[in-house]
DNA sequence: CTGAAAGCGCTAACAA
DNA sequence: TTGTTAGCGCTTTCAG
């Protein structure tokens, strides 16, 4: 028994085959008469063999893995999105690498780093702050955004911001709400923007208020949601309902209206955006909009796949809907 | 310009010096010349020359990524250990593959895949589950488990468990409780047993009644907490404090309590086990047993690049402590 | 259907 | 200090 693990060699010495003949069975068994593949098999077995995955990613000029460059990887919002992902590269046989874009000084410098250093196959981008030029690199590999991204015509996995912001609003309009709010994400965010966005032109459509001061801005984090109720409670001319761009604010905002005293959804309505697991387990329930995290990796990595497979730069980008989730956080407003 | 990317031989050409000379000027600086460093340097700007980290790591019989081992990677809990690994194992130049043992069909099928398959100069294990067997693979790389796991001997990241338990237990008789219920993990989980003993033992430590009808099943999750809550309203004879194994029962456990119209701290006292983000913003706030997810991380990534670094399959064994956080959700009994 | 042979791009002895 | 050389382990023409 060997302490070192058995080569391609090994192999082909105890079938009393060429190497290349292992390889063969190994890759298109098809190929080789029956009687040689058992012998191969069998000298596989009793060898412990297991093909040397640098070796081979090295003679087949390829890296067998997928970049993840994520701006958070600690923002539990990714999980999910990561578990699609991962339902889709692993059967492939496709390793998954994550790299955390905040962790280094320069997001963009990291970003660069990876679309040159061919440490992977393709890139599966899910952060939206980066620049655009950065992608000029001409030997990159293949890249599906799976996040919104200003001005950029890269291949991606979207969901309907817009539409989510809409959908807010006109619930909180269809439950009797005129006075309005929102609390945003990071100013920069494209998420951001595209989600207000939505809200504004909603807002309008129905002929309904605005009032830049209901407008509070907000980074997705609970602490910044529960800032906002403050901030909220500060006003002399409140809003009744407000849209808040993810969960967590929304979480954090009901959380501290309650530490107040009030009463959601009696004094306030809140609508939030995610879905995520915790918002039917609050008291009361969050009403959200639905936005399916693991379909949109799933769905980014086959799109990354098949460019890959193909060789290719380009694919149809791909827009996934959203839903409207109501329970108990958003309801008449009060008198 | 080349579409190719350029190789070492493109550097050493245009430099006018040997490959080895490029590769020395790359890895030790100090040992060329200025003059030449110079030379080289300036072409590798030219060339755009970067190494081949699949054709480095197989010269160099390494494989340049760690495997990090995960029963879900959808689970929220594990996204700060994964950044505090990252943290570490991203400056140190290792990738880090993901790998989600519940993905597939034979979580420990999986695992020896991974010892196995040379795929990683090491492996970071947040199972634990996993069969002890499968670990008797002789050519595996080094290991650090960042849970608990039975009878391993295995180098580990782990934290006080049992005495978190313990603090849970000693808080709520502080504040009067004499009945005092458990809310669980999975039973075969590791953690369960563990938080479950040090509970166990500090209601007998203190002299409090044992009732087995008070320590109600889970799985760490919302929903089991939110079924718990709803077993414990079953019981005619019931604790009036709880511990619960995870924060994220305790979340659905208050919320399934005040939809049912109780008050919490007031009809029944709550403490969790993590201290995940929303501890603090539930209303009351969730009195809680931190647990510092990322020093986990970060811990267990030294552990492994020392063992990698000096070639050992073994290393001192760390234990991290924990801490109770006094938040709102326990007060004294009713009455 | 199988084998021989030529590298993939890099690094580390060893020599000079 | 630098260059020469010999592979790391594998896959894939190209012949046979």
Redesign the interface.
Known sequence: ?D???ATIQDVARVAGVSTATVSRTLSKPAVVTKATRDAVLSAVAET?Y?V????S??RRQR?G?VIVLLP?????F???I??GL??VL?PAEY??????TQ??PDADARLAHYL????ADGLVLLDGTLSAEVLAS??RPPIVMACEWMGSTLPSVRVENARGGALAVGHLAELGHRRIGHVTGPPDNVLTQTRLAGFSDALRALGLPQNPAWVLEGDFT??S??AAARARLALTDRPTGLFLSSDEMA??F???V??AGLNVPGDVSVVGFDNI??AQ????GLTTIRQPR?QIGVRAAELLLTMIESNSRDAPSEIIAVELIRRGSAGPPPG
């Open positions: 028994m302490r070192r693990t412990g297991r040397n995955t640098t070796a990613n090295l890296t893995s958070n990887i600690a923002n539990p990714f999980a999910q990561l578990a991962s339902s692993t390793g998954m690498l994550i790299a955390d962790s280094g040159a250093s061919g440490q001409p030997a609970m602490d949601g529960a979480t954090g009901i959380g501290e309650q530490r697991e915790i387990h609050l008291a009361p693991t």
